[in-house]
């Protein structure tokens, strides 16, 4: 039996699941499980995954369809729930995943076996068994090597690594062992390290990001995180959150032009080159001229975690709820009134910006499993409260204008953009400290029409240059390689025509990638009444 140290007799527990390729019931991992339990027995229909586990951001359930959707690609899959035994091995709080990367030199991604596979797989573990056959009835034609950690095709005879993992949470108990309401599991404390985001961006596949149950466990005989550990009082903290506040309160906001303006109204003045301009200055959307040498991009000094009650105490503040009020949590969709999804306390808390309110208990369970660098983002709309930044390497912006002009874009020149990075080595907030990445294709180039619309989307990229957030290092979308420095989600024109798929004309180009600079937090300020 998938047994445990506890001698004390343990309730079952409600799985949440969604069907993969292959048929195989994959589980969710316990925070998703908790929010989409919440919703199931509150007689709601719909949660958005992203709530609970923000990863999953692009998933939402329908429970009464028993279907997901991935609200970007909109692929649907089935769900199911089921009951599981406590001798279950999720039920212990174990579980079993297999890395599915293509190959060994690349980052690994670890994948959950099913929820039958895990319990089968942790008895052969507890029963000391080093080596066995998949039985047929799992649909895989595989060997596995407990002792070595290893799955074989039996097939192809290639193989795959393999690991056992503890999960931080518990999984919702069923309502027909125990009464809920009494017995709310209590999350342990929130890990002290991360899991790297920066491997899967961009990832919309048309199922879970199965790689999303890192931040959820603690492998087993792992090596050391490579981000540092949180630090409550240290002065590293405590200096970054100074500085990221006193950024925030000199900050100029970014004038913000109708949305209606277009045109250009440019003179040419010559540079060297007869093919160049420089940026209008007769246009309702100024631009500065670019800096002599470019726009740099340096590194921050420190990495370190900011701690939630920082977070806490710069955006929030603590709210007393009517005890009449039938409002529900958007994280773990219980009622304000009641106690946290996540914990036995019915404290609140209320975001200063777009006032949301939630449970304290949820805040800290969302905030932990975020990048924690001191920025909150509201799971109900999304409003960032703090200056979000990335982990791009160092390098320089630089633009100018070309008399050209973009097909669909006729009556105007054209903004050309100049990135520059050069390899080197990566740091704390990559995936592999102290290894090198590879700044492939530099100098790179964007494209944008030279209107008003163009400039708006020029200050912005500037912007989010300087916060970092245009490139990352990681793997390579296009040519799987890793320790790569690539695009992150502000998706750039890097070719005049679409010949290749990524030029003009694109009448939505403009709008879709102010959006995206919006979702990373780089707004432009609302005009003035």
């Not at 106690?339 to 209320?350: A, H, I, P, V």
Request: aromatic residues 8%.
């Amino acid at each position: 039996m998938a047994s445990s140290s506890n001698s004390a007799v343990q309730p079952d527990i409600v799985v949440w699941e969604w069907e993969d390729d292959f048929g195989h019931y994959i589980p969710y991992d316990p925070l998703s499980c908790h929010a989409i339990e919440n919703v199931f027995n509150t007689g709601k229909s719909t949660v958005k995954l992203g709530n609970a586990n923000p990863l999953l951001k692009f998933h939402e359930v329908d429970v009464q369809s028993s279907r997901q959707k991935n609200n970007v690609t909109g692929k649907e899959r089935i769900i199911h729930r089921r009951s599981l035994s406590s001798t279950h091995a999720l039920a212990q709080k174990v579980s079993w995943e297999w890395d599915k990367s293509l190959s060994k030199s690349r980052t690994p991604q670890w994948t959950s076996y099913s929820t039958e596979m895990i319990d089968y797989i942790e008895r052969k573990y507890l029963g000391n068994m080093q080596s066995f056959a998949v039985p047929a009835h799992f649909n895989m034609n595989h060997q596995i090597n407990l002792r070595n950690k290893t799955q074989e095709n039996k097939t192809t005879h290639y193989k795959r690594d393999i690991q056992r993992v503890t999960l931080h949470y518990s999984y919702p108990i069923s309502s027909s062992t125990v009464n809920q309401s009494n017995h709310r599991p209590h999350p342990p404390p929130a890990p002290q390290y991360l899991w790297n985001l920066v491997s899967n961006s961009g990832n919309t596949n048309g199922y879970p990001n199965t790689t999303y149950q890192n931040s959820f466990r603690n492998p087993q005989n792992s090596s050391t995180p490579s981000v540092p550990p949180l630090q409550s009082n240290g002065s590293t903290v405590t200096s970054q959150i100074a500085l990221s506040y006193a950024a925030m309160a000199s900050q100029r906001p970014l004038p913000k032009t109708p949305s209606g303006a277009t045109g250009t109204s440019s003179t040419t003045s010559r540079t060297g080159n007869a093919n160049t301009r420089k940026i209008s200055t007769k246009s309702s959307v100024k631009v500065p001229p670019c800096p002599p040498g470019g726009i740099p991009c340096t590194p921050g000094s420190s990495t370190s975690i900011v701690p939630i009650h920082e977070v806490i105490k710069h955006f929030m503040k603590s709210l007393s709820i009517d005890p009449k009020s039938t409002d529900d949590c958007a994280i773990c969709q219980s009622q304000l009134t009641e106690t946290s999804g996540f914990g036995q306390s019915k404290d609140t808390l209320e975001l200063n910006l777009c006032k949301h309110i939630f449970h304290t208990e949820c805040i800290e369970a969302s905030y932990s499993h975020s990048v924690q660098n001191g920025c909150f983002v509201c799971p109900a709309c999304n409003k960032m409260h703090g200056i979000k930044t990335g982990t791009q390497p160092s390098g320089t912006m630089t633009y100018t204008t070309l008399q050209s002009h973009l097909p669909g874009h006729t009556n105007c020149g054209t903004i050309q953009v100049t990135y520059n990075i050069s390899s080197g080595m990566q740091t704390s907030e990559h995936p592999h400290p102290g290894k090198r990445f590879i700044a492939h294709g530099f100098p790179r180039v964007g494209y944008l029409p030279d209107n008003n619309k163009g400039r708006r989307v020029l200050l912005l990229l500037i912007e989010a240059w300087k916060r970092r957030l245009v490139f990352t290092v990681g793997q390579s979308s296009t040519t799987g390689m890793d320790d790569c420095v690539t695009w992150t989600g502000i998706h750039h024109k890097t070719e005049k025509t679409s010949r290749g798929g990524h030029g003009y004309p694109d009448e939505g180009y403009l709008d879709r990638v102010l959006s995206e600079l919006a979702a990373e937090g780089v707004i432009e300020e609302e005009s003035k009444a």
